[in-house]
C-alpha cells in the first residue's frame, strides 16, 4: 500500500475513533445487543430500529474501546444506516472478507472505498477481531437481539 494512501486511512480511521458518528443511545431501538473482546478489553453495544420493510430505519452503537474497534462501529454505523438487514449483511460479509485480506467481490466500488480504510488490517490479525466485534455485534442484535417493547398500563 503506498505510504500517502496508508496515512490517509489512518487519519480516517483516528476521525471515526476520535468523533465517533451514531454514538449514545437509541431509545427507540427494536434491536439491541452487547459485544465484548475479551483479548484486548473492547465492549460496544449496538442498538438499532427496524422500520416495517426491514430497513435500519435508525442505529446507534456505545462502547469503550481501542481505536480500531470505535472507528470500525463509527463508520459501521455510518454505513449501515438507510439498508435493509439483506443489504447489511452483504456489506458486513463484504466487509470481513476485505480486513481478512481476502477478495471482496460482493462490494460495491462506493461501499469498497468507504471500508478500504480497514484493509490495512490484514497484516495485524489480532487487530481484525477489534474491527469486526461491532459488526458481528450487529448481527446478533439482528439475529438474537430484539427488544421486548413493555405495553402501557
Not at 44 to 69: H, N, P, W, Y
Amino acid at each position: 500500500m503506498d505510504q500517502s494512501l496508508r496515512e490517509l486511512y489512518q487519519e480516517v480511521i483516528l476521525d471515526h475513533s476520535r468523533h465517533p458518528r451514531h454514538f449514545g443511545a437509541l431509545d427507540n431501538a427494536t434491536h439491541k445487543a452487547d459485544g465484548h473482546n475479551p483479548l484486548c478489553g473492547d465492549r460496544v453495544t449496538v442498538m438499532l430500529a427496524l422500520d416495517e420493510a426491514g430497513r435500519v430505519a435508525d442505529i446507534k452503537f456505545q462502547g469503550k474501546g481501542c481505536a480500531i474497534s470505535q472507528a470500525s462501529a463509527s463508520l459501521m454505523t455510518d454505513m449501515l444506516a438507510g439498508k435493509t438487514v439483506a443489504e447489511a449483511e452483504k456489506l458486513m460479509d463484504g466487509f470481513l472478507h476485505l480486513v481478512k485480506g481476502e477478495d471482496a467481490p460482493g462490494l460495491s466500488a462506493d461501499d469498497r472505498e468507504h471500508l478500504d480504510v480497514m484493509s490495512g488490517l490484514s497484516e495485524f490479525p489480532m487487530r481484525v477481531k477489534c474491527a469486526t466485534l461491532a459488526w458481528h455485534t450487529f448481527k446478533n442484535a439482528v439475529e438474537e437481539g430484539e427488544v421486548v417493547k413493555e405495553s402501557a398500563a
